[in-house]
């Protein structure tokens, strides 16, 4: 095998190998962005279910000071 056929073929299997480094990072950045997405859905999830009970908790206060003002003294 010549030397430049060595070089080429050495310069080839680090190409190859970069690129299984870049695919790594890829993936692992995939990965990443998923969990993100995950914990935004629920985080999303939870502030509807807060907002809710507010109103909820709203609409019983006013209720509330409704049937108080019936009993005033």
């Known amino acids: 095998m ?3 056929s060595r070089q080429i073929s050495s310069g080839a299997e680090q ?3 970069a690129m299984d480094d870049i695919y ?3 993936e692992n950045s995939a990965a990443a962005t998923q969990n993100v997405s995950s914990a935004a859905q629920q985080q999303l999830a939870s502030m509807q279910e ?3 009970s507010s109103e909820s908790l709203s609409k019983m206060a006013i ?5 108080n003002e019936k009993f005033v003294i």
């Open 2 to 4: 010549s030397a430049s």
């Open 15 to 17: 190409t190859i190998a």
């Open 24 to 26: 790594q990072v890829v």
């Open 50 to 52: 807060i907002a809710a």
């Open 63 to 67: 209720e509330l000071q409704e049937m």
